[in-house]
């Protein structure tokens, strides 16, 4: 599947910013979806997934309570909206698509990556 992320940008402390990411060529709506993010100097690693269906969606700890993860299968996209942006959210996200309808926190287990897009939250 191809996937366009697009909605990042530069925002101050305590901000809000919503990320899409859009896809095609593989049924979008059968496959389940993750968000991943890379700040300057540290490795990717996971930030939030939801299921083929939407339900289920993980986050991980340092953006528990203050990102929502969603999907819109008729539009072929998911979301993060992202709430009380804090300095150390600044990185570029990518979203990722799973092999089948589920996702996982590893990204050695995706192929599928969209092209990233720049978060920068400034104190």
């Known amino acids: 599947v191809q996937l366009q992320a697009s909605g990042g940008g530069s925002v101050q402390a305590g901000g809000s910013l919503r990320l899409s990411c859009t896809g095609s060529?593989?049924?979008?709506?059968?496959?389940?979806m993750a968000w991943f993010r890379q700040a300057p100097g540290k490795e990717r690693e996971f930030v939030a997934g939801v299921t083929w269906s939407g339900s289920s969606p993980t986050y991980a700890g340092p953006v528990k309570g203050r990102f929502t993860i969603s999907r819109d299968n008729a539009k072929n996209t998911v979301y993060l909206r992202m709430n009380s942006l804090k300095p150390e959210d600044t990185a570029v996200y990518y979203c990722a698509a799973s092999p089948n309808g589920l996702y996982y926190s590893s990204e050695e287990r995706y192929d599928d990556w969209g092209q990233g897009t720049l978060v920068t939250v400034s104190s």
């Open positions: 060529g593989r049924t979008f709506s059968s496959i389940g």
